[in-house]
């Protein structure tokens, strides 16, 4: 009978937690639906290549390929300049009968891609020059048999040299970011770094301040004559000295422990995902201000943290209806990675990404007023 009193004082409280349960029965709901929409929204990424003396029969051979645009070039200069502003993903330079490719290698997928259709696009050259070439030569032979005595033909035929076979093209890679080995997960790594900072700062921070509203503590200290902005600001730079420690730790864990390349500076990796756990802090306030306990709190996360996953751009978002890529827009996470990936594998400077930091700059904005409006609700005087 105990164990029944307990089960139904513990059913009723439940019960009379509605945001509780929305958030219990809803949340899955929401998950497995983004999941559908990505998943099979999602379809095989589309390659630009750059080509720079290549014959016209492989151009196009290879333009025919599904999800494959050539773009032409006059020289080896202008596509590489093409490569370094994204505008293609790959170069096919022909020397003499000698390829040369080289790849920006951000995305393995894409690598892979243009090598499996440069090798489809050669193949089908050749396999055309060899009909071209029988065809010719049948002629050739049936024109003989028609002008020449039997004797001849088989006296010439003797004497004719034996055909070699034509030596197969060298083929050269070269990568701009990393090697061969170079994988999916180095391009997942600029986001899942910034992925764990929003996380844990925006979990540590959102509980803390929870604690100290139910404990209490934070209605004592808005009894007192101190302005609603000036918590705000003291909370957000108390945590914010932690998740200054924990950004470099995270950052400084990925780079050396995994043993990732990266092209650019370090320090501008850290000053980015520094901006992005000041918007995790600022969120993380602002949402517990909205949960009446830890359990609460902890269920903002598959409905806040999850979509984060989804739009950041770990699951490419090229051949996705417009409607999922403007939800990204709204995205913290999307803005860091897009920066973070720019300065890791390309060697980009911080002023490259002035419209990123600007956008993560007023989610910071933007947040921290909404903090300042939401301790209305707990201000009693």
């Known amino acids: ?120 696009a050669l193949t089908q050259t050749n396999i055309s020059q ?87 503590t934070l209605s004592r200290l808005l009894a007192t004559p101190v302005k609603r902005y000036e918590i705000v600001f003291g909370y957000m730079a108390s945590y914010g000295i932690l998740a200054i420690f924990q950004t470099i730790l995270i950052v400084m864990a990925t780079i050396w422990l995994l043993g990732v390349e990266v092209v650019g500076s370090v320090f501008n990796i850290i000053v980015i995902n520094l901006i992005l756990a000041l918007v995790a802090l600022a969120f993380g306030i602002l949402l517990s201000t909205f949960a009446n306990s830890e359990f609460q709190m902890v269920q903002f996360i598959p409905v806040v943290i999850i979509p984060q996953i989804f739009f950041s751009g770990i699951i490419p978002m090229d051949a996705m209806a417009s409607w999922i890529k403007d939800i990204s827009y709204i995205i913290p996470i999307k803005y860091s990675g897009d920066a973070v990936t720019g300065i890791m594998m390309q060697g980009k400077n911080l002023s490259s990404f002035g419209l990123d930091i600007g956008v993560l700059l007023i989610f910071l904005v933007v947040l921290t007023i909404l903090n300042v409006e939401g301790l209305k609700r707990y201000r009693k005087v």
């Open 1 to 120: 009978m105990r164990t029944f009193a307990i089960m139904k004082r513990v059913l009723t409280e439940m019960l009379r937690d509605k945001r509780s349960l929305a958030l219990l029965f809803l949340a899955p709901i929401l998950v497995l639906w983004l999941m559908s929409v990505i998943f099979t929204a999602n379809s095989t990424t589309s390659v630009e290549v750059g080509t720079v003396g290549v014959t016209t029969s492989v151009s196009t051979n290879l333009n025919q390929v599904k999800h494959v645009n050539v773009h032409h070039y006059a020289s080896q200069a202008t596509a590489k300049k093409a490569l370094k502003a994204d505008k293609i993903d790959a170069i096919i330079h022909k020397t003499g009968s000698n390829y040369s490719l080289t790849y920006a290698n951000t995305d393995s997928s894409k690598t892979s891609a243009v090598k499996m259709a440069f090798r489809s």
């Open 130 to 216: 060899m009909k071209s070439q029988l065809g010719t030569a049948h002629k050739t032979i049936g024109k003989l048999q028609k002008t020449l005595p039997a004797p001849v033909q088989k006296q010439l035929r003797s004497q004719l040299p034996k055909q070699k076979q034509a030596a197969a093209p060298q083929i050269t890679n070269h990568y701009v970011y990393g090697d061969a080995n170079t994988g999916f997960f180095d391009k997942m790594l600029p986001i899942l770094m910034g992925f764990f900072v929003f996380f844990f700062v925006f979990l540590i921070s959102g509980m803390a301040l929870l604690k100290e509203r139910t404990s209490g």
